[in-house]
Every structure is written in structure tokens, then in C-alpha cells.
């Protein structure tokens, strides 16, 4: 198994180039929201174990809001950032990135403040590199190359599929699954497809996930009497602040909401992007720590295989602290449309979205931090609109296929290539045709 890592390079924007980088970065893309995948700069389709790649400039629209605690506004820098998801160790894919698009790079990051002309382009990306504080994968293991063997695999069996309709009608059901065996045998053969067996899992891989399986149950059990102790004063300081922090969901403006439009919907996958400053004080910000440490481990051990929680419409996601923990940026990868997405969290795990997001300034009043918030769906639909970010850049390596079509494909392919079915379990597997 091939396991999936993330790159993420954050550097502050030269203000006076600001102008120069939005030309570039639009220079990228063949139209609002479509991006070119060959393009000259940072030609995407080269990298075969790129799942998506975005480039957005973080530009906290709603930083003022800080002012309803008295507070006078941060002065931060806008900053670039450039995030992916691929396939396989992070040190071999950057070196590859940057010999394939160096020169491109060069010029993207040539708008940033503190990039040289005679800067070591990788060791400059490396030192930048923001490791997600939580990151979710839809099915851990599943590479880009998988993916597109069999979305091709599906592609020329329902093709036979429907060639040999009436041959096939008058089949036995292990008949039909020796028939489809047969012919793709014959396709392998012939090289008009191929079916790559899985790499063998990293040993480092192995080794840390497992310490990560086995560490964190034992720092939470460890750290019970603490956490019993301070329970009580964990729920008086919560509900004093859920009394009194306020809400701030108005109605998007008109003109970041039509911006935000022309980048979506131009395929059944869609990004999204957000980014905002987390409650003043120490308490919502380790509250918040705490909580993306505990949901960070369940998206590595439990939620894996094509879901979050009740939530299987999500290809990759990750959370970022900035600023010291002083801000959040989190994106998403996503099928369907943005209504759609947030009407999925708010059904089927609003708690999770409180526990979350609710620790941002402005948020939908909670009620012991899980209830409440999120299932007020027009306030929470405008606050995260509010905090969305137009993504100047998207690369999806796989469009047209939503994650239920992956996962459909991947049991195509597991059914295939085993040895023997029960009549039952070859007509349940002939349901996903």
C-alpha cells in the first residue's frame, strides 16, 4: 500500500507585486475556475501521483471582526499558498515538482517577499511547508494511478457490458463474473489495460502509524485524572463564553458571493477553501488544539476507508493553524455542490462541525459546544461563506469521478480478482454495474 502525504508552502506576498501574481496565477487557467493542466508554469498533469493541488492567496476577509471583542485587528501579511495531495514520501515528490516546474515556480514565488532570485527553490519550499494540524483522506492507500486504471477498468466493462447484453442476460450469475473475468483477462493481455498491483507498504509508515494507533489512547489515558479535574472548570468557562461570544452571520455580501460562483461547478468535484481568526484567549485556542488532535487521529485510523464520520462525498480535507494558532485554514475537496456539502455536515454531523468551527470568531452560539451552532443552517451557511476564499488555482487528476465512483471501481476490481464468489456475493457485486 502506498499511503498519501500533503505538501502545503505558506510565504507572505510583496505588496507592490500582488498585481503581477494574481496575472500569473490566472495565467494558469483556461478559464475562471478550469484550469489548464498543461500549463507552462506548473504543468500538473506531469506529476502521476498529484490527486489535487490548489493555489490560493490567504486573504482574511473578515479580520475586522475581532473588533466586537474590543479588540483592535492583527496586522498580518497576505500570504500565498500552494497545497497538494499525492501519493507516496514528500521528499521524493517536491524534488520532482521542482525539476519538472522549476522555472515556473521561480516566477510564482518571485511575488512573495523573502524569495531570491538565488534561492535553493526546494530547500525555500521545504522551509515553508505547513504540516497539517489535522488531514483527512478518503481511502487511505488508494493512488492516483489506481484510480485512473479503474475508472478505465469500469469504462471497458460496461462497454462489454452492454455489447453482450443478451448473451449475458441468459447467464447464471458466476457465469456473467467468469465471462467479465475472461474478457479482462484478455484486455491485460493485450495491454489495452492495465491493473498495477499495490507497493509494499513503508516500514516508517507502518512504525509510525502504529505508534500513533497505540500513543494517543495512551497520552489521553494517562492524562484522565487531569482531565476529570478540569472538566468542571473546562464546562464553566465554556458556557460563560457561549453566553456572551457574538454572532456575526450576516447575509454574503453580493459581489464576494458571485466571485465565489464562477469558480464551482464546472465538475461533480469542487474545492473549498476558508480562513479565519480563532476567539481571543487561550481557552478556544487550546480547546481547538485539542479537538483537531482527537479528530486528526480518527481520520487516520477509523475514517479511511470512503467516509468521515457519516460524510462520504469528501475526497481530501485538512486544517492549519497560522499565525502562532491565531488563525485556521482549512480546505476541502468535494463532491456535489457547496450547498449540498454543507447540507450533508449539518444532517449528519453538525457536532463535529461545532466542535470545530465554533472556536472561530463569529460563529453560530453553541450549547455545550456541540449543540446548537451548525443546525442553525442559515447562520452557518452565511458565516462560512463568509470565510470562504476564492481559490485562484485547482487541479482535480481525476474529474468526472466522485468518491462513490471510486470506491464503486475499487470493489469492481476487488471482485474480479478473487479466486470465488457465492452466487450471492456475485450478484451483489454485479449491482455496482
Same mark, same amino acid.
Given at each position: 500500500?502506498?499511503?498519501?502525504?500533503?505538501?502545503?508552502?505558506?510565504?507572505?506576498?510583496?505588496?507592490?507585486?500582488?498585481?503581477?501574481?494574481?496575472?500569473?496565477?490566472?495565467?494558469?487557467?483556461?478559464?475562471?475556475?478550469?484550469?489548464?493542466?498543461?500549463?507552462?508554469?506548473?504543468?500538473? #498533469?506531469?506529476?502521476?501521483?498529484?490527486?489535487?493541488?490548489?493555489?490560493?492567496?490567504?486573504?482574511?476577509?473578515?479580520?475586522?471582526?475581532?473588533?466586537?471583542?474590543?479588540?483592535? /485587528?492583527?496586522? !498580518?501579511?497576505?500570504?500565498?499558498?500552494?497545497?497538494?495531495?499525492?501519493?507516496?514520501?514528500?521528499?521524493?515528490?517536491? =524534488?520532482? $515538482?521542482?525539476? +519538472?516546474?522549476? =522555472?515556473?515556480? %521561480?516566477?510564482?514565488?518571485s511575488c512573495c517577499e523573502d524569495f531570491h532570485p538565488n534561492s535553493d527553490?526546494?530547500?525555500?519550499?521545504? +522551509?515553508?511547508?505547513?504540516?497539517?494540524?489535522?488531514?483527512?483522506?478518503?481511502?487511505?492507500?488508494?493512488?492516483? &494511478?489506481?484510480?485512473?486504471?479503474?475508472?478505465?477498468?469500469?469504462?471497458?466493462?460496461?462497454?462489454?457490458?452492454?455489447?453482450?447484453?443478451?448473451?449475458? +442476460?441468459?447467464?447464471?450469475?458466476?457465469?456473467?463474473?467468469?465471462?467479465?473475468?475472461?474478457?479482462?483477462?484478455?484486455?491485460?493481455?493485450?495491454?489495452?489495460?492495465?491493473?498495477?498491483?499495490? #507497493?509494499?507498504?513503508?516500514?516508517?509508515?507502518?512504525?509510525?502509524?502504529?505508534?500513533?494507533?497505540?500513543?494517543?489512547?495512551?497520552?489521553?489515558?494517562?492524562? =484522565? /485524572?487531569?482531565?476529570?479535574?478540569?472538566?468542571?472548570?473546562?464546562?464553566?468557562?465554556?458556557?460563560?463564553?457561549?453566553?456572551?461570544?457574538? #454572532?456575526?452571520?450576516?447575509?454574503?455580501?453580493?459581489? *464576494?458571493?458571485?466571485?465565489?460562483?464562477?469558480?464551482?461547478? *464546472?465538475?461533480?468535484?469542487?474545492?473549498?477553501?476558508?480562513?479565519?481568526?480563532?476567539?481571543?484567549?487561550?481557552?478556544? %485556542?487550546?480547546?481547538?488544539?485539542?479537538?483537531?488532535?482527537?479528530? @486528526?487521529?480518527?481520520?487516520?485510523?477509523? !475514517?479511511?476507508?470512503? %467516509?468521515? +464520520?457519516?460524510?462520504?462525498?469528501?475526497?481530501?480535507?485538512?486544517?492549519?493553524?497560522?499565525? @502562532?494558532?491565531?488563525?485556521?485554514?482549512?480546505?476541502?475537496?468535494?463532491?456535489?455542490?457547496?450547498?449540498?456539502?454543507?447540507?450533508?455536515?449539518?444532517?449528519? $454531523?453538525?457536532?463535529?462541525?461545532?466542535?470545530?468551527? =465554533?472556536?472561530?470568531?463569529? !460563529? /453560530?452560539?453553541?450549547?455545550?459546544?456541540?449543540?446548537?451552532?451548525?443546525?442553525?443552517?442559515?447562520?452557518?451557511?452565511?458565516?462560512?461563506?463568509?470565510?470562504?476564499?476564492?481559490? #485562484?488555482?485547482?487541479?482535480?487528476?481525476?474529474?468526472?469521478?466522485?468518491?462513490?465512483?471510486?470506491?464503486?471501481?475499487?470493489?469492481?476490481?476487488?471482485?474480479?480478482?478473487?479466486?470465488?464468489?457465492?452466487?450471492?456475493?456475485?450478484?451483489?457485486?454485479? &449491482?455496482?454495474?
Amino acid at each position: 500500500m502506498t499511503p498519501q502525504s500533503s505538501f502545503m508552502v505558506v510565504a507572505p506576498i510583496a505588496a507592490q507585486r500582488l498585481a503581477d501574481l494574481r496575472k500569473v496565477l490566472a495565467d494558469m487557467n483556461r478559464s475562471p475556475g478550469v484550469v489548464d493542466p498543461g500549463n507552462a508554469l506548473i504543468p500538473f #498533469e506531469r506529476f502521476d501521483r498529484l490527486h489535487f493541488a490548489r493555489i490560493v492567496i490567504l486573504d482574511d476577509l473578515t479580520r475586522n471582526d475581532i473588533k466586537v471583542y474590543g479588540l483592535q /485587528p492583527e496586522t !498580518y501579511p497576505l500570504y500565498l499558498a500552494f497545497l497538494g495531495d499525492f501519493d507516496g514520501d514528500y521528499d521524493g515528490f517536491m =524534488s520532482d $515538482v521542482v525539476k +519538472a516546474s522549476g =522555472s515556473g515556480l %521561480r516566477q510564482m514565488f518571485s511575488c512573495c517577499e523573502d524569495f531570491h532570485p538565488n534561492s535553493d527553490l526546494l530547500a525555500w519550499m521545504k +522551509a515553508r511547508n505547513r504540516t497539517p494540524d489535522t488531514i483527512y483522506v478518503n481511502w487511505i492507500g488508494r493512488t492516483t &494511478r489506481q484510480v485512473r486504471e479503474e475508472a478505465s477498468l469500469y469504462d471497458g466493462l460496461q462497454s462489454y457490458v452492454q455489447t453482450n447484453q443478451a448473451t449475458l +442476460a441468459s447467464m447464471q450469475s458466476t457465469q456473467v463474473h467468469d465471462a467479465l473475468k475472461r474478457f479482462v483477462a484478455g484486455e491485460l493481455k493485450a495491454g489495452r489495460l492495465t491493473l498495477t498491483p499495490p #507497493e509494499p507498504t513503508p516500514l516508517v509508515w507502518q512504525v509510525r502509524n502504529l505508534l500513533h494507533l497505540v500513543g494517543v489512547p495512551i497520552v489521553l489515558l494517562l492524562a =484522565s /485524572p487531569f482531565l476529570l479535574l478540569y472538566a468542571p472548570f473546562f464546562a464553566f468557562q465554556l458556557r460563560r463564553r457561549e453566553r456572551s461570544d457574538p #454572532e456575526i452571520a450576516p447575509c454574503v455580501e453580493p459581489g *464576494h458571493a458571485d466571485r465565489l460562483a464562477v469558480l464551482e461547478d *464546472h465538475d461533480v468535484t469542487n474545492q473549498f477553501s476558508a480562513f479565519g481568526t480563532i476567539k481571543p484567549g487561550l481557552f478556544r %485556542r487550546w480547546t481547538l488544539v485539542f479537538f483537531l488532535w482527537a479528530i @486528526n487521529y480518527t481520520t487516520l485510523h477509523i !475514517y479511511n476507508r470512503g %467516509r468521515l +464520520a457519516r460524510v462520504n462525498t469528501i475526497h481530501f480535507a485538512r486544517w492549519v493553524f497560522l499565525d @502562532n494558532k491565531r488563525r485556521l485554514f482549512f480546505a476541502s475537496n468535494y463532491d456535489g455542490s457547496l450547498d449540498s456539502y454543507m447540507d450533508d455536515f449539518i444532517n449528519k $454531523v453538525a457536532f463535529g462541525l461545532n466542535l470545530v468551527f =465554533s472556536n472561530g470568531i463569529g !460563529y /453560530p452560539t453553541t450549547n455545550w459546544l456541540i449543540l446548537d451552532g451548525a443546525k442553525d443552517e442559515q447562520k452557518f451557511k452565511y458565516y462560512i461563506r463568509r470565510h470562504e476564499l476564492a481559490t #485562484e488555482v485547482w487541479y482535480n487528476a481525476h474529474p468526472g469521478l466522485t468518491a462513490l465512483d471510486l470506491q464503486r471501481n475499487t470493489l469492481i476490481r476487488e471482485g474480479l480478482q478473487k479466486e470465488t464468489m457465492t452466487s450471492d456475493e456475485v450478484q451483489q457485486w454485479l &449491482r455496482l454495474f
